[in-house]
């Protein structure tokens, strides 16, 4: 039995990182904790930096990263935030972090539970972003990032999210690979152009005028482009292994089903468990996990939704005046369907706002009462809210 | 260090070629060509965001003839951790070489204000580097703007001399001893009065094992409003003014670096540059001004003395 933070310290004692650059902030920093008793136990032989500050982790991460080693990181919430300024620097050197976010809450008001308003503004950040349901999904996630993310026609960085204490502090079991079954996995990292190379110099983080920054920011995009056919190779190889392989969506019963629920993370076992009620009552249910959200698997999705008679988007975190970014998503991707798919958005578990089957089970009721008037509801919010009640379920 | 022959050292290739897009006259190149004179290893650098960063790498050239990145404007002293810990992890393996050296500029913008956090852990973790502060007392790249470093009563861009204020209200801030109370093995400020003090300073900074800071006093003609062949003698007067003490620490052992046989007032360093142009209009001479600001050189020369004496006894 292990816990998500547990194991994602776990895969990387395995992979023995030469660099690993951190600062602590809840619920991530189990993650670094167990990662320095490694260290000071001798059982990784990796540089450890104990950093004084998120930006000065991500920082060291890029510069180590640049200068030819593997690198790899945790943090959360407000220490994302502060390291925002660095995820787009990161993904332009083509540095390939594994970065193992805990999702949780953003402040203000203070709170450190989950919910994924820590990651998704940096879903434009230029790194792929993998949305773990639970631990063991964390683990083999770990160890299939590394090749993905250095992979040489991806070259990107690689956040891999886990809900905060749902994920990242409950014991579930976890099957790992052994030592030499997850290294031999990894491989070996070879940079192309590393910094320490100081018989062919190069330099980074150079200006650049209009005349190129253009160009410079296509070509960077093609890495994202390749990633689903190096996904899906990397992660048949990996399922070789392990018996266990992920797709960028996961489809529950959603072949035949009329009404389907999409959401993300942990939130998706209770909405499987509701699938199952409701088929044993006779209705056609279905759940859509989105697990790769950048780049985002549009074409997996439409496949997967068009023709519904109503899908219900589950976001657990808001766009404050605008649409939240999943349902942004999803409705994009039915844009091109011959026939609309009537969606609703809704946002739930805010804060660590608990979600329970019931919710659920109110979600497919009001797909299935054909309510899809315009506008986001809330789940499970309280009265004594500046919300309509209109939007509250 | 009497081995160093400057006219040999003038012959070998700087650290960045010809054609770097700095103004004439800026002393940020003087102190980066002559920062590298001494030092044998292979070097490699990195820049804070800042005037020197973005005259040196305009794409699609680059200056730098040595390994150069650039990640942000706060973060020098953070990402320069991360490569030394990268070579330390990777060196034992046979891809890079085994000497190199790790050296970060920054400015005082990037150094006293933005980035002195991720200098000062830098500093305490014990990295092998050596972070050079090119400090010509403002915010230069974005058109010169007050810093921490910005001496008291220079006009600058946010905090202009006015009909009622007369230009920076506030001391600058101690950076140099504020490196040297993290208890580092090597600390120095000099200027560009005389190039080996710059050579030998920077060859004992990066020879040092564990971190090293350096603090170059470097002119802006455009800040400054000086003439740009001026460099050398308004940098001469910073030092036989007192106003910048040329000194270093080694291992806690304070010693001074050179001390004019008779030093001059600081209005002279005041009067040879525009930006306290406004402290000596006719008629309305700031004498208040320009006898506070000797106050302050002096006071700071005593505190220096005693910081000498107390630490050779």
């Known amino acids: 039995m292990t816990s998500g933070n547990l194991a994602f310290a776990e895969a990387m004692r395995q992979i023995n990182p030469d660099v690993v650059a951190a600062y602590p902030i809840t619920p991530s920093t189990e993650i670094p904790m167990k990662f320095a008793e490694f260290v000071a136990d001798g059982r990784v032989d990796t540089e450890f930096i104990a950093v004084e500050s998120e930006h000065s982790a991500i920082t060291a991460c890029v510069g180590a990263s640049v200068s030819g080693a593997r690198v790899m990181t945790a943090s959360s919430a407000n220490g994302v935030a502060l390291m925002h300024e660095i995820f787009p620097i990161a993904a332009a050197f083509r540095a390939p972090i594994v970065f193992g976010l805990v999702n949780r809450s953003l402040g203000a008001p203070v709170n450190i539970h989950c919910d994924h308003s820590d990651s998704m503004p940096e879903r434009d950040s230029g790194w792929i972003q993998i949305y773990c349901e639970d631990a063991q999904e964390v683990y083999d996630t770990v160890i299939l990032s590394v090749r993905l993310a250095e992979h040489p026609d991806v070259r990107t960085p690689v956040f891999i999210c886990q809900d905060g204490f749902i994920t990242s502090h409950c014991y579930e079991p976890v099957e790992f690979l052994s030592d030499e079954a997850a290294r031999g996995f990894a491989g070996t990292y070879e940079r192309a152009y590393p910094l320490l190379d100081v018989d062919n110099p190069v330099s980074y983080g150079s200006f650049v005028m209009s005349e190129d920054y253009f160009e410079i920011k296509r070509n960077q995009i093609e890495g994202l482009n390749n990633v689903p056919r190096v996904y899906g190779e990397t992660m048949r190889e990996l399922a070789a292994l392990t018996g266990r392989e992920y797709g960028a969506v996961e489809r529950y019963m959603t072949d035949d089903a009329d009404y389907v629920v999409v959401v993300m993370s942990s939130a998706t076992g209770v909405a499987k468990d509701v699938v199952d009620s409701l088929r044993r009552e006779g209705v056609r249910a279905g759940c859509l996990r989105v697990r790769v959200f950048r780049p985002f698997p549009a074409d997996e999705v439409r496949e997967a939704l068009e023709g519904k008679l109503g899908v219900a988007v589950l976001d657990r975190s808001a766009s404050p005046g605008g649409v939240a970014p999943l349902a942004a998503e999803v409705k994009s991707a039915l844009y091109d369907c011959e026939t609309r798919v009537p969606v609703k958005d809704y946002i739930f578990g805010l804060g660590g706002r608990d979600f329970f089957p019931s919710d659920a089970r109110r979600v497919f009721d009001d797909l299935s009462s054909g309510n899809f008037e315009p506008g986001v509801r809330y789940i499970g919010l309280r009265d004594k809210c500046a919300a309509a009640e209109e939007c509250v379920i | ?313």
């Not at chain 2, 810990?85 to 204000?113: C, P, Q, W």
């Not at chain 2, 910073?238 to 001390?259: C, H, I, M, N, Q």
């Open chain 2, 1 to 313: 260090m009497s081995g160093l022959n400057i006219k040999e050292m003038t012959k070998r290739e700087g650290p960045l070629c010809e054609g770097h897009r700095m103004c004439p006259g800026c002393g940020a190149p003087t102190a980066v060509r002559q920062a590298f004179m001494g030092i044998d290893d292979p070097i490699v650098v990195v820049g804070a965001t800042g005037c020197m960063e973005v005259s040196s790498t305009v794409y699609p050239y680059s200056a730098w003839r040595v390994p150069f990145m650039h990640v942000a404007f706060e973060n020098a002293g953070a990402a320069i951790s991360g490569i030394e810990s990268a070579h330390k992890a990777l060196r034992g393996r046979g891809m890079f070489r085994e000497n190199i050296k790790f050296v970060a500029f920054g400015g005082d913008g990037g150094t006293y204000d933005i980035g002195l956090q991720a200098l000062s852990g830098a500093l305490e973790r014990g990295h092998d580097i050596t972070y050079i502060c090119y400090n010509n007392q403002g915010y230069m790249n974005t058109g010169a703007q007050r810093s921490g470093a910005t001496p008291k009563s220079a006009s600058a861009t946010t905090s202009p001399a006015g009909l009622k204020l007369p230009g920076k209200l506030q001391r600058p801030k101690n950076l140099t001893e504020i490196a040297e109370a993290h208890d580092i093995p090597y600390v120095a400020q000099t200027t560009l009065h005389n190039p080996m003090d710059v050579i030998t300073k920077v060859k004992r900074a990066v020879e040092t094992k564990g971190p090293a800071f350096v603090n170059i006093l470097v002119p802006c003609p455009l800040f400054w409003k000086i003439d740009p062949a001026d460099q050398a003698q308004v940098c001469k007067l910073a030092v036989d003014s007192r106003f910048w003490p040329v000194y270093e620490v080694a291992d806690g052992e304070y010693k001074l670096s050179y001390e004019p046989k008779k030093h001059v007032p600081v209005e002279d360093f005041l009067k040879s540059q525009g930006r306290y142009a406004h402290l000596f209009k006719r008629d309305a001479v700031r004498t208040d001004l320009i006898e506070s600001a000797q106050r302050d050189v002096d006071a700071q020369w005593e505190k220096l003395k005693m910081r000498i004496q107390s630490s050779q006894r």
